[in-house]
């Protein structure tokens, strides 16, 4: 099969996915007594009513760019990073630390935000990875455990008398002024959208570099062989224990560049979690959406993106936004059984047909 | 061995008669008008290079593929063959070149498998294993039923695949390449197990490339060519040089012409190594082994002496326990891969899927897998997408790896012999000094053989070195200037390549008197 063949088939399967994602969704729609064309369009409405409502998705879409981006390639290089969760937190508070206590000018400032939240990510998972590469730890158990200690570290920084918001509150002093990164004021008035900013530039930029890395450069070349084959990689000359950290810092960077963006664009300050926010996990399914391509990722995350803000407008016909879960977990479950349907409808075509040569 | 033929070859019978099969794969004709008769207790064999269409005739019997036009009878009647299972109520059965076994399963319970027999709610595994016994018992396979399959040799792996296949009632059995993976002594084994069978009035099909294996077994032989039926022989009546010449269309040499070398320096120089195996026990115990500009050295030896851990030794991925291994007079010992592949050691690996290739590359990434940082592969970082894929084309044309125009294809999607002929050209355009090949014609036709061996000949006569690792008796004796025989972690003896026979290098790899001048 040849290449556009795969990525067509790739596509074909994800969108019969998404089809039966939303079948189930207004099946479980009807049963809660709601009109699942009512709800479906007040989520299409919602999505593409107006200019505010579609660049408040964008907005809410460019930090699961960035997550999609650091799992789609972990999965590219042979490691699953469930830990991108604990990245963008990392990064978020990094960036928001930074924000709230450094003094600088204005483009300088956001600039130090985001080394140090690119810094923390990568640290973050650099961690982990270490503990793979010199002790054998399996990388799903300890991102899992990461994911936790960043979450209640940055619970404890948020309640540090140096970071705390005066007056009441369970969050952080706003960021400084200086170090957002919000589009001009003249952007905000015209779309109406108070949080418009240049993540989804960064985002798209970054997944064109991460494009570039894995298809066209050497770093990408060893980081895929030791992916698919690390033995024959190995016996390549490829230092695979190497490849391991580089690709899993990157992943973390990306992740830990996505909490900054969502910090910096979006809600310029940091609150004490109640439980994890999900960024992470939901990067999961972005990847997965995008087939693991950087470029499908930019797709894949405004779907979700939308998905996300669209999803709150479903109270006003009293269907819980929940039911976006549900639909995007659909989607997951059928976009991995995908290789069922696929086999099924290729043998069925190679039957009739005389198909593919193996 | 040729008066088994026919005596118990049922000629009235025919209880597979596939006539005239096509199979085409889009514009691809794999199978193009193929005939095949198989009688009552007969041993079928057909014989192909790799990806001549064989595979696809047999998955077409056994219901995988559905021709695109023919017939197909069995015991006499029209069968429409649609899938597996329809073949297995026919009483056709297929063993696989890979087992489909589950490894911490005992043997009984594999082979009960999907059909387990009952007793109320339970399975009656009493009842399973007297019935597996009895099978094997009668055609004297010597299975332990108890025994668990990871604990078991690949040998008897196979024979409980075969089990398998017999305890749902297969008549016709198809082994595909069932020597691939066995010892020669296995090998002779499974040749009596199969006699048995046809004895009992089953019937054979034996897909392969190895002639030595049809001689000794098979009745009737069908040649296949690029898709089409060549012809179908009486075994008795031919040999093998023929059978060769008509598989592979043109005259084969059995023989490499070598010319007329003397050794110049070591290249490779091993005094006193020492190395253990994956459990930690010590299996490499003092081994001294030199390698010389302008000779192969063949070592030979039973598998299990401790070749495997010294290619890890000396290709990087193992670390020894004592020794020195030098190269080209530097240290080499305990190096990193890179570092050993940098002093100019390359290696064609044993496992050629797991060490040689990246199955998901395309091939033409594969062919520049230690070389890719390099120029002109790449600059400043930026691969070289162009320059990769001009190197891949002029390799695949050099070295005739097919399908044509295959560089974009992934390394997986080749045959066994196309995915060595990649390695191969990767490793000897490397044109380093030292070139170690283990087992490199594992699984290949004699075509990929005579080739394979040519290169290594050909590095030889062009003054490197080369270390030949191999279980093949033919292959160390044809192509070795010296042939060094370890045993238990030592050299247990040497001897001129030109002057080895098989008996005592047979005595010396069983641990024998050595015959050390």
Redesign the interface.
């Known amino acids: 099969m040849n290449k556009k063949g795969i990525l067509y088939s790739n596509a074909l399967y994800t969108f019969m996915a998404i089809i039966v994602g939303f079948c189930v969704g207004a099946v479980l729609l009807a049963a809660a007594g709601i009109d699942p064309l009512e709800a479906y369009g007040k989520l299409f409405s919602g999505i593409f009513g107006n200019v505010k409502c579609m660049t408040w998705c964008v907005v809410y879409a460019s930090p699961l760019i960035f997550t999609g981006l650091s799992v789609a390639f972990s999965f590219r290089t042979g490691v699953f990073n469930i830990g991108a969760e604990g990245q963008f937190v990392a990064g978020s508070l990094a960036a928001c630390a930074v924000g709230v206590l450094a003094d600088a000018p204005a483009p300088l400032h956001a600039l130090l935000c985001i080394s140090a939240a690119v810094a923390a990510g990568a640290l973050w998972a650099a961690v982990a990875a270490l503990m793979k590469v010199k002790r054998g730890i399996n990388e799903v158990l300890s991102f899992i455990m990461f994911n936790w200690l960043a979450f209640y570290l940055s619970n404890y920084v948020v309640n540090l008398p140096a970071m705390r918001r005066t007056g009441g509150g369970e969050a952080t002093k706003d960021i400084a002024g200086t170090a957002l990164i919000l589009a001009p004021q003249g952007l905000i008035r015209l779309t109406g959208c108070s949080a418009v900013n240049y993540g989804i530039l960064l985002a798209v930029a970054a997944a064109l570099i991460i494009w570039f890395i894995i298809n066209k450069t050497t770093l990408g070349f060893g980081l895929r062989a030791v992916g698919y084959n690390p033995f024959a990689a190995k016996y390549g000359g490829i230092n695979a224990d190497r490849a391991v950290m580089t690709a899993m810092s990157i992943s973390g960077a990306l992740a830990g560049l996505g909490g900054a963006v969502q910090t910096l664009g979006m809600s310029w300050r940091l609150s004490q979690f109640a439980g994890q926010e999900g960024f992470g996990f939901q990067g999961i399914t972005v990847a997965l959406i995008g087939s693991s391509n950087p470029i499908g990722c930019i797709f894949a995350g405004l779907f979700y993106g939308a998905m996300k803000y669209g999803g709150t407008k479903l109270s006003l016909v009293n269907a819980p936004a929940e039911v976006v879960d549900i639909i995007m977990g659909t989607i997951i479950i059928f976009i991995a059984v995908a290789h069922i349907f696929r086999n099924f409808f290729v043998s069925k075509f190679a039957k009739e047909k005389g198909g593919e040569c193996e | 061995m040729e008066d088994h033929a026919e005596d118990h070859v049922d000629l009235d019978t025919a209880v597979i008669q596939m006539e005239n099969i096509v199979?085409?794969?889009?514009t691809?004709t794999?199978n193009d008008h193929i005939s095949l008769t198989v009688h009552k207790g007969e041993v079928h064999a057909v014989l192909g290079e790799n990806g001549a269409g064989k595979s696809t005739l047999m998955n077409v019997l056994y219901g995988l593929?559905?021709p695109?036009s023919g017939t197909i009878k069995v015991n006499g009647e029209p069968a429409d063959i649609?899938s597996p299972r329809k073949a297995i109520r026919l009483g056709i059965g297929m063993v696989h070149q890979h087992f489909m076994l589950v490894q911490p399963f005992t043997v009984t319970e594999n082979i009960i498998l999907g059909m387990e027999p009952m007793k109320g709610i339970t399975v009656d595994e009493k009842a399973a294993r007297e019935r597996i016994m009895e099978l094997s018992e009668r055609y004297e396979m010597k299975v332990d039923p108890d025994a668990r399959v990871e604990d078991i040799s690949v040998g008897m792996q196979q024979r409980v695949e075969i089990l398998k296949v017999l305890y749902r009632g297969a008549d016709i059995l198809i082994l595909d390449e069932p020597t691939a993976s066995l010892t020669p002594q296995e090998i002779t084994e499974l040749i009596s197990i199969i006699r048995n069978l046809t004895r009992d009035g089953k019937s054979v099909i034996l897909i392969t490339h190895k002639l030595k294996e049809i001689k000794a077994s098979a009745d009737y032989c069908t040649i296949i060519r690029s898709g089409r039926c060549v012809d179908t022989v009486k075994v008795s009546g031919t040999s093998e040089r023929e059978l060769a010449s008509r598989m592979v269309g043109r005259d084969v040499m059995f023989q490499v012409d070598k010319k007329e070398l003397t050794p110049g320096e070591p290249v490779l120089e091993m005094t006193g190594l020492r190395g253990c195996d994956y459990r930690g026990v010590e299996v490499l115990k003092g081994l001294d082994l030199t390698v010389r500009r302008g000779e192969i050295v063949g070592l030979a030896g039973v598998d299990g002496n401790g070749q495997s851990e010294l290619v890890e030794i000396l290709?990087g991925?193992r670390r020894g326990t004592g020794g020195h291994v030098k190269m080209l007079g530097r240290d080499v010992f305990n190096a990193?891969?890179?570092e050993i592949?940098?002093q100019g050691i390359t290696?064609i690996?044993e496992d050629r899927q797991?060490?040689?290739?990246?199955?998901?590359?395309s091939v033409a990434?594969n062919l520049v897998?230690?070389n890719?940082?390099k120029l002109p592969y790449?600059k400043q970082?930026?691969?070289q997408?162009g320059v990769i894929m001009c190197h891949a084309k002029e390799l695949i044309k050099q070295f005739d790896i097919r399908p044509e125009s295959c560089e974009?294809m992934t390394a997986g999607?080749l045959s066994g012999g196309n995915q060595q002929k990649v390695i191969i050209a990767r490793e000897v355009t490397n044109d380093s000094d030292l070139l170690i090949a283990v087992n490199p014609t594992r699984g290949l036709d004699v075509g990929a053989i005579e080739f394979v061996h040519r290169y290594l000949v050909d590095q030889r006569n062009k003054n490197k070195a080369v270390l030949l690792v191999s279980f093949e008796l033919d292959e160390i004796m044809s192509l070795s200037d010296r042939i060094e025989v370890i045993f238990n972690g030592q050299i247990a003896g040497n001897m001129a390549g030109s002057d080895a026979d098989e008996k005592t290098l047979g005595l010396m790899m069983a641990g024998g008197e050595s015959h050390n001048e």
């Open positions: 199979k085409k794969f889009g691809f794999a593929y559905r695109t649609d290709t991925l990193s891969p890179k592949f940098g290696s690996p797991k060490y040689g290739l990246v199955l998901d590359f990434e897998l230690q890719y940082a790449a970082g930026i691969l997408n974009t999607q």
